[in-house]
């Protein structure tokens, strides 16, 4: 089972996202696929359009393994590989 501290444990490059709360309100309820993370941004496919989505400021929902996790953006803000590794 996974849990919340998990969820930043995760490879989430293929997993589909939602932003739930965002500052900038035109991002709110995006709903597409993590095809590409760097430190600071998600690229997400959203119809068929990459759209860079900045990590801070936004919280994230994602399904894994039929539960949902709302993650602030600001807890993922790391490299990927560097993110995987926290303990």
């Given amino acids: 089972m996974v849990s919340n501290k998990e969820v930043l ?3 989430l490059i293929g997993l589909s996202v939602k932003i739930i709360e965002a500052q900038n ?3 709110k309820g995006l709903n597409g696929k993590i095809i590409d993370e760097t430190k600071h941004t998600f690229v997400v ?3 068929n359009n990459n759209k860079t989505i900045i990590k801070k400021g936004c919280v994230f929902q994602f399904k894994i393994k039929e539960k949902t996790f709302n993650v ?3 807890l993922l803000e790391k490299r990927p590989e560097e993110r995987i590794k926290i303990k």
């Fill in 25 to 27: 309100q035109s991002l």
């Fill in 72 to 74: 602030d953006g600001v």
């Fill in 9 to 11: 444990k995760q490879e």
């Fill in 45 to 47: 496919l959203v119809n």
